[in-house]
């Protein structure tokens, strides 16, 4: 089938509708040292298990140590398949492709689209390599087509609600490390006429954060798109720290704008931990309750000791997702990484 044929009749689902697995990655990269990379596999454990209780978790892992290391952890675990393949790291949110449904003839078909993914803009900190390439592999490893893309994106900058609309930064997607255009005017309008033939018809540009040294201010560090055109937003309320330049001047431009479809967005906020109870964690370290996971029958992210912002995250996510069950996890291993639950699982649609 041709590409414009594949791209034809696509929709990028919203993360809250069914999936048939979640994919994520049994790998963590020698970057890390051993010890790092011990705690972070104790994190990886819990999201793995608290997600294979609502779907199954399709776990790749690469040949040797690591696959047989996953294969007898997780064999207590009949929801969770590991499957050998060529991956180096675990934020599989950016090194995998996007799912989406592609409709032809009334035949509903799952496609997966590479945004060409080069390391968060192959910067010093983190340069390009071979485990970057994995979405390329979509029809040998995920059993479905692949859509090319002309333009360097990762899922993390993307929040999609399923019928035509997409929030994402021009911090991330406009970077000349990713998209290199000579006018920031022309990458934009480039990028929003590629989304088009995805099947998003209202691309809207938040600021993001342009001082965020890896991702380059992903959305979904303070952006969580909910059901019934809600969005949650993350605010900071702390003594001991101020929130990114582009914070307030973002929270303004969701509650004007409008959706693809007319309405405007239902704009709730959601407090993030307090600085003084994350002491002894880097700048780096992503404390966001909005980094979540949504399952089949759950929302799954993080908490960070801030009992009392804990707990009020916790009720605007069941609040936002009254029919899930929600589940928050002690991960600060990810999170000294630099990312939370979303960044490490790949929702693929039923």
């Not at 790998?27 to 793995?48: C, Q, T």
């Not at 892992?61 to 997780?74: D, I, L």
């Not at 055109?229 to 309320?237: A, H, Q, R, S």
């Not at 009392?308 to 000294?336: C, N, V």
């Amino acid at each position: 089938m041709t590409q414009n044929r594949l791209k034809a009749s696509i929709r990028i689902p919203a993360d809250w509708e069914a999936h048939k697995c979640c994919w994520m990655a049994w790998a963590v990269h020698r970057e890390w040292g051993a010890r790092d990379a011990s705690r972070i596999k104790r994190d990886l454990a819990k999201v793995v298990y608290a997600i294979a209780r609502f779907e199954p978790v399709r776990l790749l892992a690469p040949r040797g140590r690591a696959f047989r290391e996953a294969s007898k952890r997780f064999l207590d675990c009949p929801t969770v398949t590991v499957i050998e393949a060529p991956v180096d790291d675990f934020w599989m949110r950016d090194i995998m492709p996007t799912f989406a449904i592609h409709t032809d003839r009334g035949q509903r078909q799952v496609v997966a689209i590479d945004w060409n993914f080069n390391g968060w803009g192959g910067t010093p900190d983190r340069p390009a390599r071979a485990g970057d390439q994995l979405a390329k592999s979509a029809a040998s490893i995920f059993g479905v087509p692949r859509v090319e893309t002309s333009f360097v994106a990762e899922g993390g900058a993307l929040a999609f609600d399923g019928l035509g609309t997409l929030i994402t930064t021009r911090s991330c997607l406009l970077n000349p490390n990713r998209n290199p255009l000579r006018r920031e005017a022309d990458r934009q309008l480039a990028i929003a006429s590629e989304f088009k033939k995805l099947g998003i018809h209202k691309t809207i540009w938040l600021e993001g954060d342009t001082s965020e040294p890896i991702t380059s201010g992903h959305i979904d560090g303070y952006v969580l798109r909910a059901p019934g055109n809600k969005v949650l937003v993350e605010t900071i309320d702390d003594p001991d720290g101020e929130p990114p330049f582009w914070r307030e001047h973002d929270v303004r431009l969701l509650e004007e704008v409008r959706t693809s479809r007319g309405p405007k967005l239902k704009v709730e906020p959601v407090l993030a931990p307090r600085k003084q109870y994350l002491k002894g964690y880097p700048d780096s370290f992503a404390a966001s309750y909005l980094n979540v996971y949504i399952a089949n029958g759950a929302v799954i992210g993080s908490v960070f000791g801030d009992n009392e912002r804990d707990e009020l995250a916790g009720k605007a996510l069941a609040s936002a997702f009254p029919r899930r069950e929600t589940i928050l996890l002690r991960i600060d291993a990810i999170g000294k990484g630099g990312g939370g639950v979303h960044c490490l699982a790949q929702p693929m649609p039923a």
